[in-house]
């Protein structure tokens, strides 16, 4: 008697069933009861369709398992010293310990960090080349003419860090000693303020551009090579006042040769607690930077959700809270939709400030 063989279909349907069942995955028994078709063809069809799909779910499973499987390079487009690269710092060995791969801090400064985030644009986008961008992201895009990246497209939003505020420190004997003051001193002698910056186009040269701006004040930019450079300026009295990240005011509260007359959140800022919002005598002036981890676009979800979630957690943590406050930066979590949202919305903001300060770089 010849032996029947089973129908090509019922095969494939038996295959694909243990194939869950190995992978202990549940599935509705509909998703297997294809219902008899006109044309067999057409029922091994569909068939093999539904085998693809698994067979694509349990690569994008087994990729989010497995990633990653080299140290990853965290870009930093600056030298060393500066916000973000203290920021990454405070972060990169918690970050690779939870991994399971060591994530290398890399510095690439030039062109005002515009070099190194070129750098990561054009990575390949595997999840093996990210960057911890700042408010100069944002920035950069409207204050160079050129550039051979898109700020917002050729990115992909992965995990915020934290945010940080600006405070507004004077000279300890300047003719003022609130913003109040400060505005009503610039109006009545034109173009004797002045204000030390770290450079054109420098997140404290904007901000403070666009805070005499809103107040119609005309002061002159003293730029200088960083941000401890203009600090000694406004310390040993050359130049009027300055605007600074928390990290850089902090170690001079005491400090009598100064003296902090704001802050740039509209909300309390609690590295200085007392000073007040910048807003309060100026409606609608804030500013504020943050601090990102950005991938290349079209980075793989798994890669994405893999950090997304492990900064959560670590941001989380004590030691790791204290580490960011230590360098002024409030933690904050965010999902990637939400800081991809973040970042649109910085965009528009920081498109309308150098605008606003008149600011351009080549």
Not at 23 to 29: G, K, N, T
Not at 218 to 246: F, H, Y
Request: a positive charge; glycine letters at 10%.
């Amino acid at each position: 008697m010849t032996a029947r063989h089973p129908s090509p279909r019922y095969s494939l349907r038996s295959a694909i069933a243990a194939r869950m069942a190995a992978a202990r995955r549940p599935v509705a028994l509909a998703q297997l009861a294809v219902a008899p078709l006109a044309s067999g063809a057409l029922a091994s069809l569909a068939l093999a369709s539904l085998a693809l799909t698994l067979a694509t779910s349990d690569a994008i499973a087994q990729s989010a398992s497995t990633w990653p499987v080299k140290p990853i390079r965290l870009i930093i487009p600056f030298t060393a010293g500066g916000a973000q690269d203290t920021a990454a710092r405070a972060i990169n060995a918690d970050l690779g310990d939870a991994l399971g791969q060591n994530v290398l801090v890399e510095n690439r400064g030039g062109a005002g960090g515009t070099l190194g985030t070129s750098i990561v644009a054009r990575a390949a986008p595997d999840g093996y080349t990210l960057i911890l961008a700042a408010a100069s992201h944002n920035i950069n895009a409207s204050l160079y003419r050129k550039l051979d990246y898109d700020a917002l497209a050729d990115f992909t939003p992965v995990a915020m860090v934290g945010m940080s505020s600006y405070v507004a420190i004077a000279r300890g004997d300047a003719p003022f000693t609130t913003v109040t003051d400060m505005v009503a001193w610039g109006r009545s002698n034109p173009g004797r303020m002045n204000y030390a910056t770290s450079g054109v186009g420098s997140a404290g040269h904007l901000s403070a551009a666009y805070l005499f701006g809103m107040v119609g004040v005309d002061a002159v930019a003293i730029p200088t090579k960083g941000m401890g450079e203009a600090m000694t300026e406004v310390l040993a009295g050359r130049a009027d006042m300055l605007v600074v990240t928390n990290n850089v005011g902090l170690p001079f509260v005491s400090d009598r040769r100064v003296r902090v007359i704001g802050v740039t959140s509209t909300a309390p800022n609690r590295f200085f607690p007392g000073s007040p919002a910048i807003a309060a005598s100026v409606p609608g002036y804030e500013f504020e930077s943050w601090f990102g981890i950005l991938g290349p676009a079209r980075m793989p979800r798994a890669a994405i959700e893999r950090i997304n979630g492990e900064m959560e957690k670590l941001l989380r943590r004590p030691d790791v809270i204290d580490r960011l406050n230590k360098q002024g930066i409030e933690p904050r979590i965010m999902s990637p939709e939400a800081l991809g949202a973040y970042l649109k919305a910085d965009f528009d903001r920081m498109a309308a400030v150098v605008k606003s300060a008149g600011a351009k770089a080549e």
